[in-house]
T-cell receptor
């Protein structure tokens, strides 16, 4: 079955710097890759997603890139702010946006003011 | 944006009792709902997939008689933890999807069994 590896497990940056989180997946049939932000005591919140027919997608300070050949995708956050501090999860699905998600292990991002 | 409401947010009960958790999609029809379990500082572990009007599909190692799932309508799914014991204590999270909606998550239920 599908396996998603995520790194780093923790990431600390200064406010204003960029943060990059990387994920790899094992099954080339995966076609949908969302990123979620989870704050303490809350459920994950979708922040951006990308489909396998697109190489890059951007939404203000957040961007995601996908390399299907290498089977990896990355989350880029620019101009980080303290409120970006949270745990971020990548995921992969073979059933588009409605399919079962396989999650990475999570990255705890800390943005220091 | 789409909202998924989960209730209760926190419950404490005695060992041996059953606990029901509700998951509602508030502004879209959720043809599929998922139930996850999350341990502290760990990722989300999928427990089961629930399609409206059908029996839930459980992941390997998840006891279907222990974790009863009902998805009788397009806006509501319930998870009942039967005869709960301390090892069932965890953070349970639901998600919902339907049509072109991606998975939207509830805010979870923290279950503590004494």
């Amino acid at each position: 079955g599908e396996n998603v590896e995520q790194h780093p497990s923790t990431l600390s940056v200064q406010e204003g710097d960029s943060a990059v989180i990387k994920c790899t997946y094992s099954d080339s049939a995966s076609n949908y890759f969302p990123w979620y932000k989870q704050e303490l005591g809350k459920g994950p919140q979708l922040i951006i997603d990308i489909r396998s027919n697109v190489g890059e997608k951007k939404d203000q300070r957040i961007a995601v890139t996908l390399n299907k050949t290498a089977k990896h995708f990355s989350l880029h956050i620019t101009e980080t702010q303290p409120e970006d501090s949270a745990v971020y999860f990548c995921a992969a699905s073979m059933g588009n946006q409605g399919g079962k998600l396989i999650f990475g292990q999570g990255t705890e991002l800390s943005v220091k003011p | 944006g789409a909202v998924v409401s989960q209730h209760p947010s926190w419950v404490i009960c005695k060992s041996g009792t059953s606990v029901k958790i509700e998951c509602r999609s508030l502004d879209f029809q959720a043809t599929t709902m998922f139930w996850y379990r999350q341990f502290p500082k760990q990722s989300l572990m999928l427990m089961a997939t629930s399609n409206e009007g059908s029996k839930a599909t459980y992941e390997q190692g998840v006891e279907k008689d222990k974790f009863l799932i009902n998805h009788a309508s397009l806006t509501l799914s319930t998870l009942t933890v039967t005869s709960a014991h301390p090892e069932d204590s965890s953070f349970y999270i639901c998600s919902a999807t339907g049509g072109l909606q991606p998975q939207h998550f509830g805010d979870g239920t923290r279950l503590s069994i004494l």
